[in-house]
T-cell receptor, first 116, second 113 residues
Framework: AQKVTQAQTEISVVEKEDVTLDCVYE???????LFWYKQPPSGELVFLIR????DEQNEISGRYSWNFQKSTSSFNFTITASQVVDSAVYFC?????????????WGAGTKLIIKP | SQTIHQWPATLVQPVGSPLSLECTVE??????LYWYRQAAGRGLQLLFY??????ISSEVPQNLSASRPQDRQFILSSKKLLLSDSGFYLC????????????FGEGSRLTVL
């Protein structure tokens, strides 16, 4: 069965600290996609990244980086030098190629609080 | 460029009253459309999705229904609201090419009293 687990319900750090959000997934499919979305206090979810199961290269985008490890079924998200604007709820999600219309299986989300 | 709008942004309704939330997409044709619900402090639950006009798939049996009268219009309805219908409702769109990359509306916060 497909499942996405974000064990960290809430994380609070002081501005400029690095923070890692964990995501562990379960799937039997060999072709799948992993995602991270950000939900700021305004409520609108924003797509951050998509990774397919055949590409384990880590991705870096500015202060954001993602570590995809198939051996541990994890797709962790790190924010370097965090800023107050990074405060949001972050969702990890999984989509399987066999699943109709690539519907997303969502984790429960991690609320990130960046204190000034 | 593509945009998505949903309204109303906030709604307070008594139990037993009807509901209509609307969502429209601009700048794209034949999008996949989605309605999600997010209960307070919880994750996202897919309620309905549509791959075309009049084609609605329901993910969760519930007190709600959806309709797609036009290609870029998606409506979420209820004939009689329940307290458990309270939550944050999000409309989203995507295309098959985008594989899971959803674009979300601003959300509609519904409180049923």
């Amino acid at each position: 069965a497909q499942k996405v687990t974000q064990a960290q319900t809430e994380i609070s750090v002081v501005e400029k600290e690095d923070v890692t959000l964990d995501c562990v997934y379960e799937t039997r499919d060999t072709t799948y996609y992993l995602f991270w979305y950000k939900q700021p206090p305004s409520g609108e979810l924003v797509f951050l990244i998509r990774r397919n199961s055949f590409d384990e290269q880590n991705e870096i985008s500015g202060r954001y980086s993602w570590n995809f490890q198939k051996s541990t079924s994890s797709f962790n998200f790190t924010i370097t030098a965090s800023q107050v604007v990074d405060s949001a709820v972050y969702f990890c999600a999984l989509s399987e190629a066999a699943y109709s219309n690539y519907q997303l299986i969502w984790g429960a989300g991690t609320k990130l609080i960046i204190k000034p | 460029s593509q945009t998505i709008h949903q309204w109303p942004a906030t709604l307070v309704q008594p139990v037993g009253s009807p509901l209509s939330l609307e969502c429209t997409v601009e700048g794209t044709s034949n999008p996949n459309l989605y309605w999600y619900r997010q209960a307070a402090g919880r994750g996202l639950q897919l309620l309905f999705y549509s791959v075309g006009i009049g084609q609605i798939s329901s993910e969760v049996p519930q007190n709600l229904s959806a309709s797609r009268p036009q290609d870029r219009q998606f409506i979420l309805s209820s004939k009689k609201l329940l307290l458990s219908d309270s939550g944050f409702y999000l409309c989203a769109w995507a295309t098959d090419r985008m594989i899971g990359e959803l674009f979300f509306g601003e959300g509609s916060r519904l409180t049923v009293l």
